[in-house]
């Protein structure tokens, strides 16, 4: 599996979390923000990077950019989906970890 299949594998799974999400439990009242971030230079990133697909952290590393497919605000609902993200890219041993911020 190429890089880019990897992204559009987790990107897949990250927007069914959301779907699965708001299906059970409904947007929640909490907005804020949710991203994943990834070890910078790694073939996984300089792939992603040349597609657009991520932008620096200021603390080390790189986050993945425009991962879910939704225009809600809830925090919960993107946890959901970046977590989803992450664990995907974790069991094709690419290290990634979700974070979020409330707004």
Known sequence: ???LELHNLAKENA?????AYIKENGE???CGYAYV???GNTSFY???KKQGLTSRDCY???MVDDILDTNT????VKEAGVEAYA?????????????????
């Open 15 to 19: 927007n069914k979390a959301v779907d």
């Open 46 to 48: 300089r792939d992603l």
């Open 87 to 103: 664990n995907t890219l974790l069991e094709n041993d690419i290290y990634a970890f979700a974070g979020s911020y409330t707004l």
């Open 73 to 76: 605000q809830s925090l919960d």
């Open 28 to 30: 929640t009242q909490y």
């Open 60 to 62: 080390r590393g790189m």
């Open 1 to 3: 599996m190429t890089n």
């Open 37 to 39: 971030k990834i070890k």
